[in-house]
Structures are given as C-alpha cells and as structure tokens.
T-cell receptor
Framework: AQSVTQLDSQVPVFEEAPVELRCNYSSSVSVYLFWYVQYPNQGLQLLLKYLSGSTLVKGINGFEAEFNKSQTSFHLRKPSVHISDTAEYFCAVTALRGATNKLIFGTGTLLAVQP | DSGVTQTPKHLITATGQRVTLRCSPRSGDLSVYWYQQSLDQGLQFLIQYYNGEERAKGNILERFSAQQFPDLHSELNLSSLELGDSALYFC????????????FGSGTRLTVV
C-alpha cells in the first residue's frame, strides 16, 4: 500500500518570496507522483506529475517539483509566489503497476500568500 | 471547465434520507473515481469504475453504492444519511490509467441536517 505525508498543514509566505511545500511518500513498489491544487470552492487541478525520466518536473503556473527516490520525497517549489497562488496543495501517489490506479492523497498544505 | 460534470453542485437533505450524485466523465475517459473530502478525513478514495465495471473499492460505507452506466456516466448513491456524511464529493475521470493524472469535477457539496 502507498501513503503520503505532507508535514506542513499551512505555509505562510510573503508575495514574491520563494516557497517549498514538502511531500514524502511510502511505497514498497515504484510509483507515479502528482501535485494538485485546489482553489477555494473549486475542484482539484493537476499541477504536475512525475512518471519517469528527469527527476525535475516542471508544471503549470511556474511550479516545479523534484523526485528524490532515496529520500522518498517529491517537494514542490516556486521561486516567486503571487497572491493568486493562495490555495490548498495536495500531493498524491499511485502504484506504477497496481491492480487499480487509485490516487492516494496527502492531507494537503494551505499556501497562504501575504502582500 | 474541466470536462467532468457533477450535479447537483449543492445538496441539503435531512438525516435518514437518500440522495444520488451524478457524474459525467470527460469525453473519451473510461475510468471514473469517487472521492469524499471532509475537514477531518481529508480526501478519501471511495470507489473506481472502469468501462462499467467496478475496479477498486476504498473507504466506502455499506450505506453508499455506485454504478457506471453504458454511456459511462456514474452515480453515487448515499442512503440512511448521517450528519457525518456532510462533505464535498468529487468525481474524477481518466482515460485508463493515471499516466495523465485525473481530471476532477467541481464537486457536490452535501449538507446533512
């Protein structure tokens, strides 16, 4: 079985500052990894995904994430945040060759960007 | 618009009642997934259908059931509702696997009073 840990429930940051949202996963098999964003009163939107290949993955809205297999981490970063980045961010994992492709989500990190 | 349509957007009902949530997947997507999002439980996987057949079950209560119809739309039925069933219910769809990630609908907010 897979599990995801997002250590920070809330990350406050000032506008134009860099940010890192942490995600660690646990799995006995190889996995696919995802980051989703949820704006207030909306559904989840895919930010980026790691399937294979380069461990640095670039997504939408200037976000990127780095897959680190030895540390079982997939941290999300942005060099300069905007007020509009305020949202809940979810890390998710699924087994590479599982019987099902259900996504297991972390508990989410609220990114609160302040002016 | 993500292409995944969920109806209704909001639902208020009394304890003990039964409701049906509907999901139309994105065109071409064969898999439908249902998730429950609540403040205390986070995003919980409920059930997955692939081309009309149940593929996986998660933390779905016996009072809940789902199905996927030949036109690929899906319905989640919640019965004998309790206050604790109040949550956001999301439907997501994908072509086959999660290679491309899910596409989520905007959810149905269920309030049980």
């Amino acid at each position: 079985a897979q599990s995801v840990t997002q250590l920070d429930s809330q990350v406050p940051v000032f506008e134009e500052a860099p940010v890192e949202l942490r995600c660690n996963y646990s799995s006995s098999v190889s996995v696919y990894l995802f980051w989703y964003v949820q704006y207030p009163n909306q559904g989840l939107q895919l930010l980026l995904k790691y399937l294979s290949g380069s461990t640095l993955v670039k997504g939408i809205n200037g976000f990127e994430a780095e897959f680190n297999k030895s540390q079982t981490s997939f941290h999300l970063r942005k060099p300069s945040v905007h007020i509009s980045d305020t949202a809940e961010y979810f890390c998710a994992v699924t087994a590479l060759r599982g019987a099902t492709n259900k996504l297991i989500f972390g508990t989410g990190t609220l990114l609160a960007v302040q002016p | 618009d993500s292409g995944v349509t969920q109806t209704p957007k909001h639902l208020i009902t009394a304890t003990g009642q039964r409701v049906t949530l509907r999901c139309s997947p994105r065109s071409g997507d064969l898999s439908v997934y249902w998730y429950q999002q609540s403040l205390d439980q986070g995003l919980q996987f409920l059930i997955q259908y692939y081309n009309g057949e149940e593929r996986a079950k998660g933390n779905i209560l016996e009072r809940f059931s789902a199905q996927q119809f030949p036109d690929l739309h899906s319905e989640l039925n919640l019965s004998s509702l309790e206050l604790g069933d109040s949550a956001l219910y999301f439907c997501a769809s994908s072509v086959k696997g999660t290679d491309y990630g899910y596409t989520f609908g905007s959810g149905t907010r269920l309030t049980v009073v």
